[in-house]
């Protein structure tokens, strides 16, 4: 492991509090946008004319208050310290800001940081990082919506293949049959599962996900990112339905334990894999 310097870590962290901002535009807005052009899809292939709305992207309009819709002042738009400055209300309205805008940059500066110390300044510490942060978007608007956007699921396989084919081409076919494996051990899941009780026990992002990083950590790796995933999973739905029982029957979302899962196995993968086979062996 790579001890970095202050002179590293410190700049890693402000740099992924500011990512980590952005990230929130990201969550909040990128669902929003799906939705309206879904329904204007739906409104074409009904011949029927589109909505027409203000326009709204991710740059447009600029940072306002979810509630009372005020504009958000650049002071109290720095990432992290605006949401303490103003201790999570609106300035305008008084209203509570989410605590998931800080948590969000937050886990933005704290993978930086992590990235850095385990692949120091590198261009594949950058390719590392981007995928935490879209695994960290994924996870966090699956959570918001049940949603995993193709636009996000499909370029972060398609940038763990480049990522194999740049720094390690060895693993190249690994990482190609990872991507197969992992959407076809998903997909069979959910068809057995359907067959068997006339529900669907996941949706088709989680195929997609899980795919994503099978190109990611290869394909031997899939059992122990499932193994992960699948008991945190266990564990925080049994939790959730103890202390609160009215959650009983409710769906949970399968992506952000997926990301979890990926962010264990991109960042620590060879220790765990080690403890892994040894364990079996």
């Not at 929130?24 to 929003?32: M, S």
């Not at 309009?61 to 201790?87: F, Q, T, V, Y």
């Not at 930086?112 to 960290?136: E, K, P, R």
């Amino acid at each position: 492991m790579y001890l970095p310097s202050p002179l590293e870590w410190a700049p890693a962290l402000l740099l992924g509090l500011c990512f980590g901002s952005f990230l929130n535009v990201v969550i909040t807005r990128l669902p929003v946008m799906l939705m309206r052009r879904w329904r204007n899809e739906a409104l074409a292939s009904l011949e029927f004319p589109a909505e027409t709305a203000p326009r709204f992207n991710l740059a447009t309009p600029g940072s306002m208050c979810p509630r009372c819709e005020h504009p958000i002042a650049w002071h109290d738009n720095l990432p992290l310290l605006g949401w303490l400055k103003r201790r999570g209300k609106c300035a305008n309205c008084q209203s509570p800001i989410s605590a998931q805008y800080p948590l969000v940059e937050l886990m933005g500066g704290l993978l930086a940081v992590a990235v850095v110390a385990l692949y120091g300044t590198t261009a594949s510490a950058l390719f590392i990082y981007a995928a935490c942060l879209t695994l960290l978007a994924l996870a966090v608007i699956d959570f918001r919506t049940y949603l995993l956007p193709d636009m996000l699921t499909l370029p972060l396989l398609w940038a763990g293949l480049l990522y194999q084919l740049i720094f390690q081409p060895i693993m190249l076919p690994s990482a190609v049959i990872g991507a197969m494996a992992g959407y076809l051990i998903l997909w069979s899941f959910y068809w057995l599962f359907k067959l068997l009780t006339g529900k669907e026990g996941m949706g088709f992002g989680d195929f997609k996900l899980l795919a994503a990083l099978g190109a990611w950590v290869g394909w031997p790796m899939l059992p122990l990112l499932l193994i992960v995933s699948a008991g945190i999973g266990a564990l925080v739905g049994l939790a959730a339905q103890a202390s609160s029982p009215h959650l009983r029957g409710q769906p949970l979302p399968f992506g952000p334990f997926l990301a979890l899962a990926g962010w264990v196995c991109l960042l620590a993968g060879d220790e765990l894999m080690a403890l892994y086979t040894s364990l079996l062996y």
